[in-house]
């Protein structure tokens, strides 16, 4: 498990490795990029939820249609 010593440490060397203009504009797009990846999961679970409400509703006139 890191320590803090070790999470400091690694913070400068971050900061010396990208300068700090570009620690804020890495910060911004990880966060435009969670956002586009919870948008993705929400839109995908409303698909899913209805397309098993058409599967369902297929599957009910199928079965009338054959008796």
């Known amino acids: 498990m ?4 070790e999470i400091i ?5 971050v900061l010396v490795l ?3 203009a570009a620690i804020p504009k ?3 797009s990880l966060g435009l990029a ?4 919870e948008k993705g999961l929400k839109e995908s679970e409303e698909s899913d939820e209805t397309s ?3 599967d369902a509703s297929s ?3 199928n079965t009338s249609k054959d008796a």
């Open 2 to 5: 890191l320590g803090s010593k």
């Open 9 to 13: 440490i690694i913070a400068i060397i």
């Open 18 to 20: 990208f300068g700090s």
């Open 26 to 28: 890495f910060a911004k």
């Open 34 to 37: 969670k956002k586009e990846f």
């Open 52 to 54: 098993n409400s058409n």
């Open 59 to 61: 599957d009910n006139n």
